[in-house]
């Protein structure tokens, strides 16, 4: 994959920009060659020895073993030198207990900030905000979400989207509010007066079916 350089919007369904990068734990990571075949939660926060941003990181920490069993890797991001991230690790291990066992890279340039749309003038014109990019196997980007500064994130939700977009891919469903893995799955509408038909004989047998187009079906997630 091509490097990109230049301030850029990723949206959901675009390629994942690739980048080189100096972070905690290369002195030139190929995002690309480092995601090899994982999902990846690329996430950037505004500032290193800040308190919002301790908890975050100290819990994706906490939460790392979680997400390597569904196969995606943590990385973070922000505009900090490779010297304050170093320090600021050793801090939370000492202040907190945590050893933050991901990569974090140093965008003092901002480069890959440009590159995937995290400072939002309007909120900060130096830091980036609380972006969050997951990121599938192909390198597509999946999901964005974004926080301001003053807000921390819920590590469980972002667990809980990865696993729902997993579900989607690996059984053709998706997934309605608020789903947990274990829970009822979306079948996707019928699309022609055939398939409405066959929608409709499952009623009462396999599927939920509350109309043509919303049925529900038990679905076991590995
Ligand atoms: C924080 O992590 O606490 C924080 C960082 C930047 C601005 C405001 C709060």
New binding site residues.
Partial sequence: MTETVGTTMPRIGDAAPDFTAVTTHSQAMKFSEWQGDSWVILFS???DF?????TELAEFARRADEFAAINTKLIGLSVDSIHSHLAWVENLKQTLGVEINYPIIADLDTKVAQLYGMIHPGESAT?TVRAVFIIDPKRTIRAIIYYP??AGRNIDEIYRITRALQAADAYACATPVNWRPGEKVVVPPPKTVEEVAERLSHKGKDYDVKDFYLSLREQKVA
């Fill in positions: 926060h505004p500032a800040t308190p919002v941003c301790s830091v500064l003053n």
